[in-house]
């Protein structure tokens, strides 16, 4: 079954991100929220978010156009992984705050989440995207401003991951 990535980019790392997700998952198609209708979620079943936080705890501003009709969307049945970017020493008490909030509105409309990540080797005060142990993130943590090195590798081992936690 063929899986959607969704992702908002401002300047360029996200989609960067998404390309590399795609080396590494069978048959995904990337949609930039920009220019594709989120409606297109209707058609599969297995669905990864791709967003930055921006501005103090915001969401990318891509995303903010279309954040509203995330709600009109119907989850049920569908399998969703988030991937979260942000900069863990410049903005540490906002970490991937962006993901955490699509994460609560998909969860509402009834989503199954795969895809969490443990939070050692990341170093920030506080996050919303947190499960409520604390010990994961609710998705992919992709820090390429100060953990860049990082994130090849990352990206490769929950690729792994979710393609078990898909099927
Ligand atoms: C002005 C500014 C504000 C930012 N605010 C946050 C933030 O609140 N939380 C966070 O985790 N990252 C924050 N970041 C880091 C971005 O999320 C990070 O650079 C990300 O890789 C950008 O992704 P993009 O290139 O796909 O837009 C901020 C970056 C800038 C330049």
């Not at 198609?29 to 209708?37: K, T």
């Not at 604390?134 to 992709?142: T, V």
């Amino acid at each position: 079954m063929s899986i959607a990535l969704f992702y908002g980019t401002t300047t360029g790392n996200t989609g960067d991100v998404a390309e590399k997700v795609q080396q590494h998952l069978d048959d995904i198609e990337l949609f930039d929220v920009a220019d594709s209708p989120l409606e297109i979620v209707n058609n599969y079943q297995q669905i990864i978010f791709a967003i930055p936080t921006w501005d103090y705890g915001e969401v990318q501003e891509d995303w903010q156009e279309v954040w509203d009709s995330v709600d009109e969307l119907d989850f049920s049945g569908k399998t969703v992984a988030f991937i979260g970017l942000g900069d863990q020493y410049g903005y540490a008490e906002w970490f991937l705050d962006a993901m955490g909030m699509l994460h609560d509105k998909v969860v509402a409309k009834g989503a199954t989440i795969v895809g969490h990540w443990p939070v050692g080797g990341y170093e920030f005060d506080e996050s919303k995207a947190l499960t409520p142990d604390k010990k994961f993130f609710i998705g992919l943590g992709i820090d390429d401003d100060c953990q860049n090195e990082l994130s090849e590798e990352r990206i490769e081992q929950w690729c792994q991951q979710v393609s078990l936690e898909f099927e």
